[in-house]
């Protein structure tokens, strides 16, 4: 399941100035000590090769955190997601700021800020000169993560499709083909020339 601590966030830095490596910390309301991290990937090109410094709106008063943030591991070690300030280019479209990373443990972590919340520390790469992050990869990430929760609820292969599964998805089409299923008609005869 994914953890979206966003709530409880109360400050943190995270840096990209080493290639392929996400370094730093973060404090969150019901944790005595900062968490640091250590993942692995690059931020987005819009902040790629940076750092970025960024603020949440809660403060330690807050009854549930401590139950919330109780057993999040204070060194979180994994891959990095999606992690963008939401300026220029928009390589998929997003405006807005998000910290996304998969964790070691198979957990997933998403925070979603406002522009306002997000400062840069340090001059980007140049963003014409850097290749989009590769959405296959993420998405292996993203299927690794999903993988992981449905072995966790006991689902069964045969009984899922997960992205990335062999012998999942290909056999279940292999069949609807074999059973004659009917395909969707798009085009009427009277569509079509």
């Not at 929760?149 to 997960?162: D, F, I, M």
Request: net charge negative.
């Amino acid at each position: 399941m994914a953890l979206r601590p966003t709530q409880y966030l109360k400050e943190g830095e995270l840096d990209n100035t080493v290639p392929a490596k996400v370094t730093r910390w973060m404090q969150f309301a019901g944790m005595k000590e900062k968490v640091t991290s250590e993942l692995e990937g690059d931020f987005h090109r819009d902040i790629q090769g940076a750092k970025i410094r960024f603020t949440g709106d809660d403060s330690d008063e807050d009854p549930e955190a401590a139950r919330y943030m109780d057993g999040f591991s204070r060194n979180q070690k994994g891959k990095v997601g999606d992690i963008r300030a939401g300026m220029p280019p928009y390589d998929y479209g997003e405006e807005m700021p998000y910290i996304e990373w998969y964790r070691e443990d198979k957990g997933r972590v998403v925070l979603v800020l406002e522009p306002n919340q997000v400062n840069v520390i340090g001059t980007p790469l140049a963003f014409d000169q850097q290749e989009p992050l590769s959405r296959a990869e993420q998405g292996r990430n993203m299927a690794s993560f999903l993988c992981e929760v449905a072995r966790g609820l006991n689902v069964q292969p045969k009984e899922s499709a997960g992205v990335g599964d062999e012998g999942t998805t290909k056999p279940r089409r292999r069949r609807a083909k074999r059973a004659g299923a009917p395909g969707m008609k798009l085009l009427t005869e009277e569509s079509q020339p």
